[in-house]
C-alpha cells in the first residue's frame, strides 16, 4: 500500500471520528484566543511527519515554522537539520535539498515509499512502508545498510522517526520494535521489543529524557536506561515529555502524568475528549480536542481552561510552542490559564 493512501486513510478517519455516534466533548464554557496569539500562513496541511508537515501549496512548516522552499510536486516533508532537507514520493525518491543552495543535490531511488526518516550530520536513517530500514551516506551517495523487518499490515500514520544519539542510532520498526545499531559498525545490533499486536502496531513516539529514550505504540510506552525496562500500557492517542515527565493522552479521553519510572502520578479525564494533538511546555499542558476545543491545563492536573479554535477542517500539527490549524498559526505560550 503506498504512504500516500495510508496517510489518506489516516487523515479520512481521523475527519470523520465521531459520525458513528460517538459523542463529542463539550466544555462548561470556554473562551476565544487573544488575537495577538493568533497568525496566519495562507495554506493548510495535506500531510504530517513527526517532525513537520507538508502544506497544499508545496512548501512545509518544520521546527523553525513555515517555510518559504517548496518541496517539488508529488513531495512531502520528512524531517531537516542546519544543512539538509529531506522529501520523499510515492515513489519511494529521497530527495535531498541542501538549504544553502535551496535545490536539490541527491535524489535517492528507495524503490519504496518512505514512513519517515532523520538525518544526522551526513547520515540519513529511514524507514520504507514495507519496514524495510537503513543508513544512507549523502557525501559518499552509498547505502551503508538496509534490511527489512517483520511484514506488516496496517499502520498508524503517526510513524515515529529514527533518532541519532551521536554514532548510535535508535530505529523504530513498523512491527513494534526498537533497533539500536552503531552507525559506525552496523553488523550488531539491538532489538528491543515494545509490543506484539497485529495491526497498528508501529512505534509512534521515539524521544529521550536525560539518559533514558522513551517509545511507544498505541498500547504501551517504555522506557530505557542501562539495562532497566519499565512500561505502562493505556490506549495511545499521544505522548509528550517535559520536565521530567511523561505525560499521556488516552482515546478515553484521559490525561496521564507518569514519572521517569512510568509510575503514575495523577490523571484527569476530560469526558468525550478525542485529542488530536498535544505537547507541554513551561509549566503547562496543552491537547486539542477533534471539536476545536484547546484544553490548557497545569502541569499538576489541577485547573485547566479551553479556548475555542473553531472547527477542524484539515490535519493540525504542534511545533516548537505553535500550533498550527487551517492556515492558522497559535502561539500557545499566550494562552493562560
Request: hydrophobic fraction near 40%; charged fraction near 20%.
Amino acid at each position: 500500500m503506498k504512504r500516500s493512501l495510508l496517510a489518506t486513510l489516516g487523515v479520512s478517519a481521523w475527519l470523520l471520528l465521531g459520525c458513528s455516534g460517538k459523542q463529542y466533548f463539550e466544555a462548561p464554557k470556554s473562551y476565544d484566543p487573544p488575537a495577538v496569539a493568533t497568525t496566519t500562513y495562507q495554506s493548510t496541511i495535506v500531510d504530517l511527519s513527526r517532525d513537520g508537515a507538508t502544506l497544499r501549496d508545496g512548501r512545509y512548516i518544520g521546527k523553525q515554522g513555515v517555510s518559504r522552499q517548496h518541496l517539488g510536486e508529488g513531495y512531502r516533508y520528512l524531517s531537516e537539520n542546519s544543512a539538509y532537507l529531506l522529501a520523499g514520493n510515492d515513489a519511494g525518491i529521497l530527495k535531498i535539498i541542501d538549504k544553502s543552495l535551496g535545490e536539490s543535490v541527491r535524489s535517492v531511488a528507495l524503490h519504496t515509499p518512505i514512513v519517515s526518516a532523520t538525518i544526522h550530520k551526513n547520515t540519513i536513517a529511514y524507514i520504507l512502508n514495507n519496514n524495510a530500514f537503513g543508513l544512507y551516506h549523502i557525501k559518499s551517495n552509498k547505502k551503508i545498510m538496509e534490511n527489512r523487518a517483520k511484514r506488516t499490515f496496517a499502520i498508524n500514520t503517526r510513524a515515529a522517526s529514527p533518532m541519532f544519539i551521536d554514532n548510535l542510532v535508535a530505529i523504530p520498526t513498523l512491527d513494534g520494535k526498537l533497533i539500536v545499531l552503531d552507525s559506525h559498525n552496523t553488523d550488531n545490533a539491538k532489538v528491543i521489543y515494545l509490543s506484539s499486536e497485529k495491526v497498528f502496531n508501529n512505534v509512534v513516539h521515539l524521544s529521550r529524557m536525560h539518559n533514558r529514550l522513551i517509545a511507544a505504540t498505541a498500547k504501551k510506552v517504555i522506557t530505557l536506561g542501562g539495562a532497566e525496562q519499565k512500561e505502562y500500557s493505556a490506549n495511545i492517542s499521544e505522548v509528550t515529555v517535559a520536565g521530567g515527565f511523561v505525560y499521556l493522552f488516552t482515546i478515553e479521553g484521559e490525561i496521564i502524568k507518569l514519572d521517569r519510572e512510568l509510575r503514575e502520578l495523577k490523571s484527569k479525564r476530560f469526558k468525550h475528549a478525542h485529542f488530536s494533538a498535544a505537547t507541554a511546555f513551561d509549566g503547562k499542558i496543552y491537547a486539542l480536542d477533534q471539536t476545536g476545543q484547546l484544553i490548557v491545563l497545569s502541569d499538576d492536573l489541577t485547573t485547566h481552561k479551553v479556548y475555542d479554535l473553531g472547527t477542524i477542517s484539515s490535519p493540525v500539527l504542534i511545533v516548537s510552542k505553535h500550533l498550527y490549524k487551517d492556515g492558522k498559526v497559535i502561539n500557545l505560550a499566550s494562552l493562560g490559564l
